[in-house]
């Protein structure tokens, strides 16, 4: 009852939106929003992507067929990361400067189209993590939907799976310049290794992969259940990784864990 009452509540609030412009990234929360507000508001809502070198093409092409099923228009705003200089400083509240940046040109975009409001797929459980962009997109005055009706990420996940939305189960693919620890240039090199790393380690079976760039050094993280698979593979990654310039390839013995650039600021305070 409780579930049925903040999806109601959801419902409510996109029809007292009247139109609106979804920053959408292909993932489990923007997917779901878009979902709901395209049967809600129908054709009175567009759904746009940020294009650039931190987004790997799978997940650009996942976004791209997703929206297009979906029979909604899908606008591109593209952008060089060579061209910003937050990525080259990449300081810890990098996410801030990006959002700023990224939502200032979202909002320009749906002003000149006409739609009311611009929204994101942020959710409750959204509030409870280290998200620099969360004071951006709160300045800019863009709505999150799911975060106002109260839904958690699991209770996304179910409700997409009751509508048979394909993004139900998806991992979470945060932008490829998670990657780079603070202070480290994010550069196109390092995001192209980044990228090819971890899709060589994803067809080999691992998903809720991530490998953490130290300019020589590769750190894997995967769960710990495939601890023992990913060692029958050692020999094969390591001529793979070494074929990508990194000189020494760690496995993390913790295990796959989102945020864990983070421990090392929190450490330092």
């Given at each position: 009852?409780?579930?049925?009452?903040?999806l109601?509540?959801?419902n409510?609030?996109?029809?007292k939106m009247?139109?609106?412009?979804?920053?959408?990234?292909?993932?489990?929360?923007?997917?779901?929003?878009?979902?709901?507000?395209?049967?809600?508001?129908?054709?009175?809502?567009?759904?746009?992507?940020?294009?650039?070198?931190?987004?790997?093409?799978?997940?650009?092409?996942?976004?791209?067929?997703?929206?297009?099923?979906?029979?909604?228009?899908?606008?591109?705003?593209?952008?060089d990361v060579?061209?910003?200089?937050?990525?080259?400083?990449?300081?810890?509240?990098?996410?801030?400067?990006?959002?700023k940046?990224?939502?200032?040109?979202?909002r320009?975009?749906?002003k000149?189209?006409?739609?009311?409001?611009?929204?994101?797929?942020?959710?409750?459980?959204?509030?409870?993590?280290?998200?620099?962009?969360?004071?951006?997109?709160?300045?800019?005055?863009?709505?999150?939907?799911?975060?106002?009706?109260?839904?958690?990420?699991?209770?996304?996940r179910?409700?997409?799976?009751?509508?048979?939305?394909?993004?139900?189960?998806?991992?979470?693919a945060?932008c490829?310049?998670?990657?780079i620890?603070?202070?480290?240039?994010?550069?196109?090199?390092?995001l192209?290794?980044?990228q090819?790393a971890?899709?060589?380690?994803?067809?080999?079976?691992?998903?809720?992969?991530?490998?953490?760039?130290?300019?020589?050094?590769?750190?894997?993280?995967?769960?710990?259940?495939?601890?023992?698979d990913?060692?029958n593979?050692?020999e094969?990654?390591?001529?793979?990784?070494?074929?990508?310039?990194?000189?020494?390839?760690?496995?993390?013995?913790e295990?796959?864990?989102?945020?864990?650039?983070?421990?090392?600021?929190?450490?330092?305070?």
């Amino acid at each position: 009852m409780e579930l049925e009452k903040k999806l109601n509540q959801l419902n409510l609030l996109l029809k007292k939106m009247g139109s609106l412009a979804i920053a959408f990234s292909g993932g489990v929360d923007s997917s779901f929003l878009l979902y709901c507000a395209h049967e809600i508001l129908g054709d009175n809502i567009t759904a746009i992507i940020f294009s650039s070198q931190v987004l790997s093409k799978n997940e650009l092409e996942s976004a791209q067929s997703f929206a297009r099923n979906m029979g909604v228009s899908l606008q591109e705003i593209p952008f060089d990361v060579e061209e910003l200089d937050f990525f080259q400083n990449n300081s810890v509240d990098r996410c801030y400067f990006c959002k700023k940046h990224l939502f200032t040109r979202l909002r320009e975009l749906a002003k000149e189209q006409g739609f009311k409001w611009v929204a994101d797929g942020s959710n409750c459980d959204d509030l409870y993590e280290f998200r620099p962009g969360n004071k951006a997109i709160e300045e800019l005055k863009v709505r999150s939907p799911l975060r106002e009706a109260g839904l958690t990420k699991e209770e996304i996940r179910y409700l997409s799976k009751k509508v048979d939305l394909s993004t139900w189960n998806k991992p979470a693919a945060p932008c490829l310049a998670t990657r780079i620890p603070y202070g480290q240039p994010v550069t196109l090199k390092k995001l192209r290794e980044i990228q090819a790393a971890e899709e060589y380690l994803f067809n080999l079976g691992f998903q809720n992969v991530r490998l953490r760039h130290y300019d020589d050094t590769a750190r894997i993280e995967i769960p710990i259940r495939y601890f023992k698979d990913i060692l029958n593979y050692r020999e094969e990654i390591v001529k793979k990784l070494k074929s990508l310039q990194f000189a020494y390839i760690a496995l993390d013995l913790e295990g796959f864990r989102s945020g864990s650039l983070n421990e090392r600021k929190n450490l330092n305070g």
